[in-house]
């Protein structure tokens, strides 16, 4: 059995390559992909060569942690029917060529644990889960998030993460073409606000440059989560961190149970995924679908549609 993925072939080299598959065991599942996402973080970085030293980095590579698709063989315990709708966070099935994470394919054979069961009407959005779960996982292993810096998918799921919990955070965008599209919170510019009194500031940038400067804008015990992924070395001056007796958080990838807790908020309404998906392209395009997601400041989330190749 085959499948047709993405293949990272080195740095800035992507094709469309028909891949074997590897056999399916009794406890995975095949899954026929409907649609997968493009992070325009991860991804990126793969993409260009750009990411730091990393498990199991190895060119070529199938990149990929956003796909939704249906089920079309169950495994043996029967967690998931034939037909099912479901989200998977990647695969490794590609024999010799690398998942990482390895979503981005027309089929996919996963282990049945990984994947999350999903309503139908959720449809193209479940895509939007794990970067739901990442930022929910950002929030919960800290004290919130008064600032927001960044209002790309996951600087907005943040955002209405932090309103759906009483909050009432300010993100900070820089970029006009990304300005607008809050929903019951702030959007303004570093150099339009003048706080220095942030309780916690919450950073998915991935530019390591802010870090000091953020640091400075903390009240006294204030803290700093870095949720974004960083390429370059993260650095500040000591005193400004000694003098405001900040707190620095990192916040790793999300957990299952972060995944099954957005998952819940968005099924009862309290979490919003519209909006956030603006370019779609069919698989067959996929190297211009990546051109795109990573250099168009107004495409917040590009989806691959495996349907129509």
Known sequence: MNTIAVVFEGPERLALRELPLVERTADAVMVD?????????????????????FPGLQYPLVPGYESVGRVVEADAAGRFAVGARVFVPGASCYGEVKGLFGGAASRLVVPAARLTALDDSLGE????????ATAWHALEGGEGAELIVGHGVLGRLLARLAVARGGSPVVWENNRARATGALGYRVTTSEEDPRRDYATICDVSGDAGLVE????????????TLAGFYPDRVSFAFPVAFMKEA?????????????????????????????????RAPSAHAADAYAIAFSDPGCLKMLLDWRTR
């Open 247 to 279: 707190r620095l958080r990192v916040a790793a990838e999300w957990q299952p149970a972060d995944l099954h807790a957005v998952h819940a908020l968005v099924r009862t309404g309290e979490l919003s995924l519209q909006g956030l998906i603006t370019h």
């Open 33 to 53: 992909i409907e649609w997968s996402g493009i992070s325009t973080g991860t991804e990126r970085l793969l993409w260009s060569g750009k990411m730091p030293p």
């Open 125 to 132: 959005e479940g895509v939007l889960l794990a970067l739901a």
């Open 213 to 224: 400067p953020l640091l400075g804008r903390l009240k006294r015990g204030g803290e700093l």
